[in-house]
């Protein structure tokens, strides 16, 4: 893989991981069309940069996932025990693509349905973070959003915007820690990239990452999350119809 296919790859990434639109999906839908083999362990590398800056964006939120770390630990089980026991059959399912169509679909369904959640200041409890913690499990399929997914499980429970948006990447973080351990149990193997093209790539997502978050906050707020279902939808389609 060359510096501007890396690159492209990059961006989205940065785009995809936080916006409702799944990162894995893009990442495997582009590598398809560049010709190149779908990789897990590329989307993990990626992911991590991604990680870096969820921590960088939330810095100044230490407390609140202080206050909610129980729940933040309850809601990354199932998504931990996924990712153990079925670790093989989900690089199956990465490494072909005729999949994503139907995953989109239900990243679609998802996002749509935020547009008839009513506002609501409900607080988190134990059930409700094991609901949303299986809605994330489920977005392990490259397709299906995992901001879409805990934003919109979190909506229909009752949770506020802020409160969706920040549980949702709080949840992120431990998620994306078992990936980083992933990586670190597998290296990088099947990577054909040089060091050079990792680190711009890594800085390159990390910076995206940033905008997209921004970007993500404030359609909660405004209240055109639902919009992204447009997206989703139209990315089925074409993938249903090319790959």
């Given at each position: 893989?060359n510096?501007?296919?890396?690159?492209?790859?990059?961006?989205?990434?940065?785009?995809?991981?936080?916006?409702?639109?799944?990162?894995?999906?893009?990442?495997?839908?582009?590598?398809?069309?560049?010709?190149?083999?779908?990789?897990?362990?590329?989307?993990?590398?990626?992911?991590?940069?991604?990680?870096?800056?969820?921590?960088?964006?939330?810095?100044?939120?230490?407390?609140?996932f202080?206050?909610?770390?129980?729940?933040?630990?309850?809601?990354?089980?199932?998504?931990?025990?996924?990712?153990?026991?079925?670790?093989?059959k989900?690089?199956?399912?990465?490494?072909?693509?005729?999949?994503?169509?139907f995953?989109?679909?239900?990243?679609?369904?998802f996002?749509?349905?935020?547009k008839?959640?009513?506002?609501?200041?409900?607080?988190?409890?134990?059930?409700?973070?094991?609901?949303?913690?299986?809605?994330?499990?489920?977005?392990?399929?490259?397709?299906?959003?995992?901001?879409?997914?805990?934003?919109?499980?979190?909506l229909i429970?009752?949770?506020?915007?802020?409160?969706?948006?920040?549980y949702?990447?709080?949840?992120?973080?431990?998620?994306?820690?078992?990936?980083?351990?992933?990586?670190?149990?597998?290296g990088l193997?099947?990577?054909?990239?040089?060091?050079?093209?990792?680190?711009?790539?890594?800085?390159?997502t990390f910076?995206?990452?940033?905008?997209?978050?921004?970007?993500?906050?404030?359609?909660?707020?405004?209240?055109?999350?639902?919009?992204?279902?447009?997206?989703?939808?139209?990315?089925?389609?074409?993938?249903?119809?090319?790959?």
């Amino acid at each position: 893989m060359n510096l501007v296919q890396s690159l492209i790859l990059s961006v989205i990434q940065g785009v995809s991981e936080f916006l409702p639109i799944s990162s894995s999906g893009h990442l495997n839908l582009v590598q398809h069309f560049m010709g190149t083999s779908p990789s897990l362990t590329l989307d993990i590398f990626l992911n991590t940069a991604t990680f870096c800056s969820v921590l960088y964006f939330f810095r100044n939120k230490i407390s609140y996932f202080k206050n909610n770390l129980p729940y933040i630990i309850i809601g990354s089980t199932p998504t931990a025990l996924v990712g153990i026991f079925f670790r093989d059959k989900i690089e199956t399912i990465f490494s072909n693509p005729k999949f994503i169509p139907f995953f989109f679909l239900i990243t679609t369904l998802f996002v749509l349905l935020t547009k008839w959640t009513k506002k609501s200041n409900s607080k988190m409890d134990i059930k409700k973070a094991i609901i949303i913690g299986l809605f994330q499990a489920v977005a392990i399929l490259p397709g299906v959003s995992r901001a879409g997914s805990t934003i919109f499980a979190s909506l229909i429970l009752g949770l506020s915007s802020e409160e969706a948006f920040n549980y949702s990447f709080s949840l992120f973080i431990p998620a994306s820690i078992g990936a980083i351990l992933f990586i670190g149990a597998r290296g990088l193997q099947g990577l054909n990239i040089g060091v050079g093209v990792l680190v711009v790539s890594f800085v390159v997502t990390f910076l995206f990452g940033l905008l997209a978050l921004s970007v993500l906050r404030k359609s909660l707020t405004t209240k055109k999350f639902w919009m992204f279902s447009l997206y989703t939808f139209s990315i089925a389609i074409i993938s249903f119809l090319f790959v």
